[in-house]
């Protein structure tokens, strides 16, 4: 990344750079649509209910993951722009051996417990064979899932970006193509939707792992040196992406009992189709701010922080213009969201209409939250970036969930994302003012 920006910094070489990631995160997210779209339009809605019930247990998965290979890459980052590059490879190699170890202790963990987590997320006894049909797989594929998420950060660290969109759109070729194999050709159901997406992942982690093998690159993979100080800080400072990541698992359980009481499966099957489109909204924000840390974490390293405030006037611009473009596209594409899952005569699809209409609110300040948190990340403050997380995540979204249902109604439920990010926003902006002068960043 530094030869894209030695001779200064403008606006073509900062897309140039910062696009792929976007479009990466926008392609994820779909990735993760897939199997939504074909079991709605092929299979019944008490499966895509159900796919909501297991939800917790994927993003747990995700959030962990994200956590060992944000919190890592922007360290190994900042040890780039130190000048140590052994040093960065030897901590990249050691990340990527521990995130297939707890890949490969989760899975077994699950696999054993199966039935009783999903009892514990609440699958009533129509949702249960469902749940129990799919969450098997998707738990099985976890070691794979962990490491392409780690090679997918450190492909952009080591400065290719757009490999990662290729990376992307390859899994999402191959989940695509067997989604429409298995659950439309072959008429496998849930099993299908869970093969298909355990097949992306693997594809991810094996064209990622390609990369490192046959390409020219700045890291490689090497023998690595215990490290327990690189290992908790990585922790640490991934902890915002975790708490991110996996506080959407708490308040989807969360939600999923509430709504279940208010609407019963029907409002459940709504409620998967919120979320969807709740994540392929602001996959643009997720986006951003992933391909705009690693030039953060780099030119701080360097200590140059002209590069950084640069950067951050970018920044500016495209929070605003991206808030306030997905806010009035929630708003009036409501309809058409809803329409790619279930049909519009269907009592699930006025309640989804509805529910991403009330989001249109929250899309107006997620932005700001999501590239604070992330920006501190960047910093390798992962406290400070933590706390935004779990304040919009996980604190906020729980008092909203268990108090604006009572006074609302299900409306409640739709309000609270909108709640959480307001909430959430003082605290953003009085973390941005007070490290300012340490970061040497200007607002």
């Known amino acids: 990344m530094e030869q894209l920006f030695d001779d200064g910094v403008n606006v073509k070489k900062f897309t140039r750079f910062v696009a792929p990631s976007v479009i990466m995160l926008v392609v994820i997210a779909l990735y993760y649509l897939v199997d939504a779209i074909f079991v ?16 917790p247990i994927t993003g747990l998965g995700w959030g962990i993951s994200i ?73 099985l594929a976890l070691p794979s899932a962990f490491l392409g998420v780690a090679l997918e950060y450190f492909i952009r660290v080591d400065g290719k970006p757009g490999f990662t969109l290729f990376l992307y759109i390859s899994g999402g070729f191959v989940h695509l ?28 982690m094996l064209v990622g792992l390609a ?36 506080s959407v698992a708490v308040t989807v359980y969360v939600f999923n009992i509430t709504v279940l009481g208010l609407a019963g499966e029907a409002g459940l099957a709504a409620l998967s189709i919120v979320f969807n489109a709740h994540y392929l909204l602001i996959s643009v924000h997720l986006g951003f701010i992933t391909g705009i840390a690693p030039l953060i974490s780099y030119y701080y390293g360097a200590k140059d922080y002209e590069k950084v405030n640069h950067f951050l006037k970018y920044a500016k611009s495209f929070i605003v213009i991206s808030s306030l473009f997905v806010a009035v596209l929630a708003l009036v594409e409501a309809p058409l969201l809803a329409r790619i899952f279930v049909e519009p005569d269907s ?58 249902p009572h006074f609302f109604g299900l409306d409640g439920v739709w309000l609270t994302s909108a709640f959480a990010e307001i ?21």
């Open 40 to 55: 709605a339009n092929f299979v019944s809605s008490d499966a895509l209910a159900a796919m909501n019930i297991v939800y």
């Open 67 to 139: 956590m060992l290979a944000a919190g890592s890459s922007a360290i190994v980052a900042i040890t780039m722009g130190e000048g140590k590059p052994r040093e960065a490879s030897e901590k990249f190699s050691l990340i990527c051996i521990v995130s297939v170890l707890i890949g490969v202790f989760g899975a077994a963990f699950g696999l054993v417990f199966l039935k009783e987590l999903i009892v514990l997320l609440g699958a009533t006894d129509k949702l249960l064979p469902y749940c129990m049909e799919y969450a098997w797989i998707i738990i």
């Open 177 to 204: 193509l067997l989604d429409y194999i298995f659950i439309v050709v072959w008429n496998w159901g849930l099993t299908g939707a869970g093969w298909a997406t355990a097949a992306g992942q693997l594809t991810i």
């Open 211 to 246: 990369y490192f093998l046959t390409q020219k690159t700045k890291l490689s993979f090497i023998k690595p040196q215990w490290d327990g100080r690189y290992l908790g800080s990585s922790f640490i400072n991934g902890s915002s992406e975790m708490v991110s990541e996996s």
């Open 347 to 404: 009592e699930v699809y006025h309640l989804a209409v509805r529910g991403i209409r009330m989001l249109s609110v929250a899309f107006l300040f997620t932005g700001i939250n999501v590239f604070a948190s992330g920006f501190f990340t960047a910093y390798a403050n992962g406290a400070i970036s933590a706390l935004i997380s779990m304040s919009r995540g996980l604190v906020m979204m729980l008092i909203g969930a268990l108090t604006l």
């Open 423 to 443: 909430t959430t926003l003082g605290l953003t902006i009085f973390m941005f003012y007070k490290y300012k002068y340490r970061y040497h960043y200007q607002l």
